[in-house]
C-alpha cells in the first residue's frame, strides 16, 4: 500500500469514527432524557457531526474538538431541556468515558496485532514500506472494527440499565460522573504515554511495560462494569425512595380518608339526633303557644334555625364522603376571604374513596395558593362533567403568579414548601403527583395549564376502561 492509499484509508477511518461516535451519543441522550424530541435532536446530532467532521479538518488537538462540542450540547441542552442541564453533563461525560474505555481496549488489541505482523515483515525487501503501510492499515482498520463494536455494545447495555432518570440533581450528577472521569483520566494518560521522545531515543510504553496490554483492557472492563452497577443500583436507590415516598403519602392520605369519613358520621349522627329531638321541640312551642308567649317562640324558632344551618350542607353531591369534603374545603375557604364555587354531582362511578383522594389534593393546593393573596382576591372553582365513560374535573383558582410553575407536558409545579424529612420524603409539593398516579390509575391524565395569575387543573378518569380491566 502507497503512503496515499494509507492516509486515504485513514482518513476514511477517522471519518467512520465520527459518524459512530454521533450515533451512540444520539442513542445515549435519547436514552437519558426519555422525551419525545426525537426528530429534534437528530437534525442536532447531525449538525454536530457535521461541525466534529469540520474542526477535524482545523489543525487542532482532539480535545479541542470534543470541549467545544460539548459545550455547543450544553447551550443546546439549556435551550431545548432548561432545568436538566446536570443531566446534559452526565450524558457527555458517559459518551466521553465509553469512547476512552473502547480506545483503550481496541488500541491494545491493535498494537499486539500490528506488532505480529510487523515482525514477519523482511526489512531488506524492496517492498518493505508498503507492506508496513499496508499492517499498519489492516491494524488500523481492525482496531476501528473492534472500537465500534466495544462502543456500540457498552451503549447499548448502558440504554438497557438507564430506565429513564428524571431531573437529576447536581450531587448525583457527581456521584455519577466519577468513573466516567477516572475513565477519561486514564485514557488521556495512557495516550500520553505510549510514545514519548527522550533526547535520541524515545519510550514505548507497551515494549517498555509488555503486561500492559492485558491491564490496560482490563481496567477500562472493571471502570465499565462499575459505572453500569453505579447507575443500576442508584435507580434502584430512587426506587426505594419513591416506594417509601408513596407509602409514606399513601398512609397520609388514608388518615385524611377517615378523619373525613368520621366528620361525615358525626354530621348524620347530629342529624339523627336532632330529629329524635324534634318532638320535643314541637312540645315546648306548644307549650308557648298555649301560654301565650309569642316572643319567647319566636327566639326559640330562631335558636333551633341557628342549629338547623350548622348541620345544612351548602353543597348536596350525592354522596357523604364528597358532601363532607367539598363543604370543608368551602367552609375553609369562606373563612379566609376565598370565593368557593361547587358544581359536582358524585354518581359512584369509581371508588370514594379514590375519588376523595384527587378532590383533598386538589382543593387544598388550591386553598393554599389562595392563601397567599390578600382576602377577597382569590376564588376557586370545582366542576365535575362527564362525557360518555369519561369524567372530566376541572379545579380553577387564582394564585400570586410568583410561584415557579413548569407546565411543559403538564407536569406539576415545583414545591414551595419544606420537608419533615428532608432528603429522605417530600411530605409537600407531592400532591399533584398523587392525583396523576390516581389518574393514570383509571386510565386517564391531569392537564395544567396556568393563564396569568389562574391555575387550572383538568383531571380525566375513564370509569369504563377501569370496569373492563377489572372484568379480564
Known amino acids: 500500500m502507497s503512503q496515499s492509499g494509507f492516509e486515504m484509508a485513514n482518513n476514511i477511518l477517522d471519518m467512520w469514527k465520527i459518524i459512530i461516535q454521533a450515533i451512540m451519543f444520539l442513542v445515549l441522550w435519547a436514552t437519558a432524557f426519555n422525551v419525545k424530541k426525537g426528530k429534534r435532536d437528530g437534525i442536532a446530532a447531525v449538525i454536530f457531526m457535521l461541525a466534529n467532521m469540520g ?47 473502547s480506545f483503550l481496549i481496541a488500541n491494545s488489541i491493535y498494537i499486539k496485532i500490528t506488532d505480529m505482523m510487523m515482525k514477519d515483515l ?3 525487501s524492496g517492498n518493505y514500506q508498503q507492506q508496513v503501510y499496508h499492517c499498519i492499515a489492516v491494524g488500523m482498520a481492525l482496531s476501528v472494527f473492534l472500537y465500534t463494536a466495544l462502543f456500540v455494545a457498552m451503549t447499548v447495555i448502558l440504554r438497557s440499565i438507564i430506565k429513564g432518570t428524571g431531573i437529576m440533581a ?32 524515545a519510550f514505548i510504553l507497551f515494549d517498555e511495560k509488555p503486561d500492559l496490554l492485558w491491564k490496560v483492557p482490563m481496567i477500562a472492563v472493571f471502570i465499565f462494569a462499575g459505572e453500569a452497577a453505579l447507575i443500576y443500583f442508584w435507580q434502584r436507590y430512587r426506587i426505594l425512595l419513591d416506594e417509601r415516598q408513596k407509602h409514606f403519602v399513601e398512609e397520609q392520605q388514608v388518615k385524611a380518608m377517615k378523619k373525613r369519613l368520621e366528620e361525615a358520621e358525626n354530621f348524620y349522627g347530629s342529624i339523627r339526633k336532632v330529629r329524635h329531638e324534634m318532638k320535643n321541640h314541637m312540645a315546648n312551642i306548644k307549650g308557648l303557644a298555649g301560654a301565650g308567649e309569642y316572643g319567647e317562640i319566636e327566639d326559640y324558632v330562631r335558636r333551633m334555625d341557628e342549629t338547623m344551618q350548622e348541620l345544612e350542607y351548602k353543597y348536596v353531591t350525592g354522596n357523604a364522603v364528597t358532601d363532607v369534603i367539598i363543604n370543608d374545603k368551602c367552609r375553609r375557604a369562606e373563612k379566609a376571604g376565598i370565593r368557593f364555587e361547587a358544581d359536582f354531582r358524585y354518581g359512584g362511578e369509581i371508588p370514594v374513596f379514590d375519588m376523595g383522594i384527587i378532590l383533598n389534593n386538589l382543593l387544598d393546593n388550591a386553598i393554599e395558593a389562595c392563601e397567599k393573596l390578600e382576602p377577597g382576591k382569590g376564588f376557586i372553582s370545582l366542576v365535575l362533567k362527564r362525557k360518555k365513560q369519561f369524567l372530566l374535573l376541572d379545579v380553577e383558582n387564582s394564585f400570586d403568579g410568583a410561584v415557579p410553575v413548569q407546565v411543559r407536558g403538564g407536569s406539576a409545579p415545583p414545591t414551595t414548601k419544606q420537608s419533615t424529612l428532608p432528603g429522605i420524603i417530600t411530605e409537600h409539593g407531592i400532591g399533584l403527583s398523587n392525583v396523576r398516579e390516581m389518574a393514570e390509575r383509571y386510565f386517564g391524565g391531569v392537564n395544567i395549564k396556568v393563564k396569568g395569575d389562574v391555575f387550572h387543573v383538568t383531571v380525566m378518569l375513564q370509569q369504563g376502561e377501569v370496569e373492563a380491566e377489572k372484568n379480564k
Open 55 to 101: 474542526l477535524w479538518f482545523l489543525p487542532c488537538a482532539s480535545w479541542v474538538r470534543y470541549a467545544v462540542l460539548a459545550l455547543a450540547i450544553l447551550g443546546y441542552g439549556a435551550v431545548n431541556y432548561k432545568k436538566q442541564i446536570g443531566k446534559a453533563v452526565f450524558v457527555i461525560l458517559g459518551f466521553y468515558n465509553l469512547h476512552c474505555l
Open 170 to 201: 447536581w450531587q448525583d450528577v457527581f456521584l455519577l460522573s466519577v468513573l466516567n472521569f477516572v475513565g477519561s483520566l486514564i485514557a488521556g494518560v495512557v495516550s500520553g504515554l505510549l510514545i514519548v521522545n527522550i533526547g535520541s531515543g
Open 122 to 124: 523482511d526489512a531488506l
